[in-house]
């Protein structure tokens, strides 16, 4: 369907503020998944960006200490909010089946993306930053959300050639739980949205 250009910029504002906001969301929940040092200057950005939503809903939710059930809701309010703005601006109304099967579709498809760019940067960081030698905030806090999924790949696939391949094989695995799992996922929420479920 072609929108007019007023319509294409309101999707495009849509998707990029509620994008932003999930991804800072979802690497609050990522960074208390992981244990990543909470005096990180990206750590206590990511905290006080979230805490004026996380706090209500804490209050409503038990807090866990490594999945706190306040984060997912967040991260899964923040995509339904964006499935019913961007459906609005499309010019229909989904049901909240099809609504939230498309909202935690989303915040899935972010998850798998949200790890490949991390794995991705990290492997890069460390080259560039490991040339100039020294401490760096930013290669601790990647280094920290990373290492989780990296160790036990480094167990079974020991580095080879003076070559770390648990990035590699960590990448390959991230995408194909996204092709296998994530995409028939979104196609699935998508068939529930059109039938108006």
Known sequence: MIYSPLTQAGLFLV?????????????????????????NPLSQFVYKATQPLVAPLRRLL???????????????LVHLLEVYALSALR?????????????TAQALSLLTLTLSAVLIVRAIASWVIAAGGGYNPVLRLLEQLTEP???????????????????????????????????PFIMLAARAMVQGL
């Not at 990448?171 to 194909?176: E, G, M, R, Y």
């Open 91 to 103: 010019g229909y109304l989904p049901g909240i089946i099809g609504a939230l099967l498309m909202a």
């Open 149 to 183: 999924l990296l160790a036990p790949l480094r167990r079974l696939i020991p580095p080879a050639g003076g070559i770390d391949w648990s990035v590699l094989v960590a990448l390959v695995a991230i995408q194909l739980v996204n092709i296998l799992l994530v995409q």
């Open 62 to 76: 038990p807090w866990r200490p490594r999945v706190e059930p306040a984060l997912v809701v967040l991260l899964l």
């Open 15 to 39: 998707q990029t503020a509620f994008g932003l906001y999930g991804a800072v969301a979802l690497l609050r929940l990522l960074f208390q998944a992981m244990d990543v040092d909470f005096r």
